[in-house]
């Protein structure tokens, strides 16, 4: 898990509330990616930032939201217009450089009640 | 279409045997390929890469991958099983055309019996 922090590890939320998910990471690295994984699935990728204030959405965004304000923080909001939320979330971290792997927090599991 | 397939869901395989995890992949251009391992309830933890050069490429715990351009294969191998190998292997390539995100394989649940 290195140097990326995901908080909370466990999260429950209501039918209708938001919730946000922190990423940090103190390992300076450039590029910053949020999945997202069900049960029997790979993943798949909801946005991602190469930048300070700036990201893109991936291949799941609706009903998501990130802000890419410092270099070491990329939350994740998981709005109540996401209607199935539940899941395990992975934020990861990449220097630049088509090359480089991705370094993975430790997730959080996100549970509708 | 740039693509990934792990062709089993499952391996199993007997403690001290040896152990295949099979990748195949569709990408233009050369390949930027990735293998990670995720243990229950954890992040995923790279375990090796190719990106040019020697075709067997060596990783974390013991484990290689032989890149086959003809076949356009990646399979992760390991001459010995663990019993502690038992975990979620997945493949994944570089996407050139798509500010090289990663395009991941479904994932395969390699189990190790004693």
């Known amino acids: 898990d290195g140097g990326i922090t995901q908080s909370p590890k466990y999260l429950f939320r209501k039918e209708g509330q938001n919730v946000t998910l922190s990423c940090e990471q103190n390992?300076?690295?450039?590029?910053m990616y949020w999945y997202r994984q069900d049960p029997g699935q790979g993943l798949r990728l909801i946005y991602y930032?190469?930048?300070?204030?700036?990201?893109q959405k991936g291949d799941i965004a609706e009903g998501y939201s990130v802000s890419r304000e410092k270099k070491e923080s990329f939350p994740l909001t998981v709005t109540s217009a996401q209607k199935n939320p539940t899941a395990f979330y992975l934020c990861?971290?990449?220097?630049?450089?088509?090359?480089?792997?991705?370094?993975f927090g430790p997730g959080t599991r996100l549970t509708v009640l | 279409a740039q693509s990934v397939a792990q062709p089993e869901d499952q391996v199993n395989v007997a403690e001290g045997n040896p152990l295949t995890v099979k990748c195949t992949y569709s990408?233009?251009?050369?390949?930027?390929l990735f293998w990670y391992v995720q243990y229950p309830n954890r992040g995923l933890q790279f375990l090796l890469k190719y990106i040019t050069g020697d075709n067997l490429v060596k990783g974390s715990y013991g484990f290689e991958a032989e890149f086959n351009k003809s076949q356009t294969s990646f399979h992760l191998k390991k001459p010995s099983a663990l019993v502690s190998d038992s975990a979620l292997y997945f493949c994944?390539?570089?996407?050139?055309?798509?500010?090289?995100?990663?395009?991941w394989g479904a994932g395969t649940k390699l189990i190790i019996k004693p």
């Open positions: 930032s190469q930048i300070v204030n700036d990201f």
């Open positions: 990408v233009s251009g050369n390949p930027y």
């Open positions: 390992l300076n690295h450039d590029a």
């Open positions: 994944a390539v570089r996407d050139p055309y798509s500010n090289y995100q990663l395009i």
């Open positions: 990861a971290t990449t220097l630049a450089g088509g090359g480089s792997e991705q370094f």
